[in-house]
């Protein structure tokens, strides 16, 4: 299986939705255009800021045709799966295989506290389900209230073929480097999932990061990767310096209403998130992002 095109920085794209909370199809089509001239190199479609937990079936798949469309093979597209039952998973993965996904992530369910073996089977029956697309796992400890050990996930990157890379979103650079550390010699394809950690994830081996600035300052992102990967590792981590105050002006926002916040605040019109939230009020919140982004060069 080719993996090779499995690197970089992945934005995992915002939503845009209409007054009546269906995707906005010219807005997206835009954004899509807009993250990819930015510098991304890949997008992942129904990840957490992309409020997937709101989002039916249907409208999935038409979220996901939009979006292969407008990449046109530009870049790849990922298709999210958060969803806890593994039969709606599987549904969900083969949907997302018969229309274009160059690869599927898939969240650890939450809510549950499975056992390690439920989990494993839980991600083997997935991706048997569709054993010719490459599947990544997500490990996102702080929303789903456990993490992923590297036990388990160096058992299912040695026994299921098609498991080849996670993003590992626990903020723990101990965790992330044993994910690589462990995995390496099947040439599994480990992403930071902190924006703030990119440079360190890739120093300690990681391909890449799947990074929600890239909706609202992808060039800072991009050259933070960019850098690193050309030798110029000074100037990366310079990169990471600049960005990191605007990633973490975000922190006082609910999640993940800041991230169409900072889009909006750079022009983009990317409408409101889901209910039950809001855009962030006028007030402190608000104008800490807006100065950091204002001090970074980004309005």
Not at 117 to 133: M, P, S, W, Y
Request: with cysteine; hydrophobic share 40%.
């Amino acid at each position: 299986m080719n993996t090779e095109f499995i690197k970089g920085v992945i934005v995992p794209i915002i939503t845009p939705i209409d007054a009546q909370e269906q995707i906005d199809e010219k807005k997206t089509r835009e954004h899509v255009d807009y993250v990819i001239d930015g510098g991304m190199h890949g997008i992942l479609i129904f990840g957490s800021n992309g409020e997937f937990y709101m989002v039916e079936e249907d409208e999935m798949e038409r979220g996901l045709k939009i979006m292969v469309d407008q990449a046109a093979g530009r870049v790849p597209v990922y298709f999210g799966i958060g969803a806890i039952r593994t039969k709606k998973c599987i549904r969900l993965a083969k949907m997302a295989a018969a229309n274009g996904a160059a690869g599927i992530s898939i969240l650890q369910p939450m809510f549950l506290k499975p056992t390690e073996e439920e989990l494993f089977r839980h991600f083997q029956a997935i991706a048997d389900a569709v054993a010719d697309v490459p599947v990544l796992l997500y490990n996102n400890p702080g929303r789903v209230g456990y993490t992923m050990s590297a036990n388990l996930v160096e058992r299912l990157a040695h026994e299921v073929e098609n498991i080849v890379g996670m993003k590992d979103t626990s903020g723990d650079i101990t965790q992330t480097a044993e994910f690589i550390r462990r995995t390496r010699d099947v040439g599994f394809k480990v992403f930071g999932g902190k924006d703030t950690l990119l440079y360190a994830s890739m120093c300690h081996g990681a391909v890449g990061g799947v990074c929600t600035s890239g909706n609202f300052m992808p060039e800072l992102i991009a050259d933070v990767y960019n850098k690193y990967v050309q030798g110029d590792l000074e100037g990366s981590l310079e990169a990471q310096f600049k960005l990191n105050p605007v990633r973490l002006s975000m922190d006082g926002a609910s999640f993940p209403v800041a991230s169409k916040d900072m889009a909006n605040l750079r022009g983009r019109q990317i409408g409101l998130p889901y209910a039950p939230s809001l855009a962030t009020p006028e007030g402190p919140v608000l104008d800490k992002i807006r100065t950091e982004m204002t001090r970074a060069g980004l309005i």
